[in-house]
């Protein structure tokens, strides 16, 4: 078995094992809000391999925070956002930002999106939508100036047909605040 298939085939025993556990129904297996590390952390050497299992971590993120363990939802996205520099880290910065965003730690989020938009400028299609949600953390916090900046700087940038849209008609939304 080739490296590749060997790390693929681990991911696929590992979320056979999180499912066998039914980890997403039955809170006996969360404790205070975190799961078991041995179920989710693998060594520094299967790190940058380990793709699937991280994209895997995103998604059961999402999930959770839908079930409210909100907790449990932002470890899963820390734990991708400090092991990898990739579009799977960028996508744990935007479920995690979202979470927050949904929770109304909007200070939390525009912070992740800073970071996110100064670290991973190397990743435009995932990175320019992250823009409007720092725009609606800003309209939420009643920030309409930086709410505007943030609007602007994205019709800067974007090449986004559909993105252009969007921010044109939440500027045109702020304009009449």
Not at 105 to 119: G, S
């Given at each position: 078995?080739?490296?590749?298939?060997?790390?693929?085939?681990?991911?696929?025993?590992?979320?056979?094992?999180?499912?066998?556990?039914?980890?997403?129904?039955?809170?006996?297996?969360?404790?205070?809000?975190?799961?078991?590390?041995?179920?989710?952390?693998?060594?520094?050497?299967?790190?940058?391999?380990?793709?699937?299992?991280?994209?895997?971590?995103?998604?059961?993120?999402?999930?959770?925070?839908?079930?409210?363990?909100?907790?449990?939802?932002?470890?899963?996205?820390?734990?991708?956002?400090?092991?990898?520099?990739?579009?799977?880290?960028v996508e744990a910065y935007i479920v995690n930002s979202e979470?927050?965003?949904?929770?109304?730690?909007?200070?939390?989020?525009?912070?992740?999106?800073?970071?996110?938009?100064?670290?991973?400028?190397?990743?435009?299609?995932?990175?320019?939508?992250?823009?409007?949600?720092?725009?609606?953390?800003?309209?939420?916090?009643?920030?309409?100036?930086?709410?505007?900046?943030?609007?602007?700087?994205?019709?800067?940038?974007?090449?986004?047909?559909?993105?252009?849209?969007?921010?044109?008609?939440?500027?045109?939304?702020?304009?009449?605040?």
């Open positions: 078995m080739c490296i590749r298939d060997r790390f693929h085939f681990n991911s696929v025993l590992e979320l056979k094992k999180i499912f066998d556990m039914n980890i997403l129904n039955d809170t006996s297996t969360i404790d205070s809000g975190r799961i078991d590390d041995d179920l989710f952390l693998t060594n520094k050497e299967d790190a940058n391999l380990d793709y699937y299992t991280d994209r895997s971590r995103n998604a059961i993120a999402r999930i959770l925070s839908k079930q409210n363990k909100i907790d449990t939802a932002l470890t899963l996205t820390r734990i991708v956002i400090s092991r990898r520099l990739d579009d799977a880290a979470i927050l965003f949904l929770n109304r730690d909007y200070i939390t989020a525009i912070t992740q999106l800073k970071r996110l938009q100064r670290e991973f400028i190397g990743y435009p299609d995932s990175v320019e939508p992250s823009y409007l949600l720092m725009g609606s953390c800003y309209e939420k916090l009643g920030e309409i100036i930086s709410a505007r900046e943030v609007y602007n700087k994205l019709l800067l940038i974007t090449k986004n047909d559909k993105l252009k849209i969007e921010t044109n008609l939440r500027l045109k939304k702020l304009k009449k605040k």
